[in-house]
């Protein structure tokens, strides 16, 4: 089963930047996609950023030109740059695996994003 581990949350000033990475304990020629999901209090799961195995990259409307979602191969991790962070931007974010071949995709445990006013 493959496993994630999220680190880099915290808490941050509104316009400060944070730096989320997620390492995946699987090969990687079994990754379709990671990304990042974030849900807030009361709100709704949502996908924040993503990159496929071919590199093409997703990103909610609201955090295009703030976020950059990149990856590293070798090390089998995804990184979330978060710039000129908002309070909107507060949640919690979750590492999200998507796999090829069938396999199970995988979730990381969440990581508490908190950006002050």
């Known amino acids: 089963q493959a496993q994630l581990v999220e680190s880099g949350g915290g808490l941050v000033q509104a316009g400060g930047s944070l730096r989320l990475s997620c390492a995946a304990s699987?090969?990687?020629?079994?990754?379709?996609?990671m990304g990042w999901y974030r849900q807030a209090p009361g709100k709704q799961r949502e996908l924040v950023a993503s990159i496929t195995s071919g590199g093409i990259t997703n990103y909610l409307d609201s955090v295009k030109g703030r976020f950059t979602i990149s990856r590293d191969n070798a090390k089998v991790t995804v990184h979330l740059q978060m710039n000129n962070l908002k309070p909107e931007d507060t949640a919690v974010y979750y590492c999200?695996?998507?796999?090829?071949?069938?396999?199970?995709?995988?979730w990381g445990q969440g990581t508490l994003v908190t950006v002050s006013s």
């Open positions: 699987v090969s990687i020629l079994t990754i379709n996609a």
């Open positions: 999200h695996l998507n796999r090829k071949f069938g396999l199970l995709e995988a």
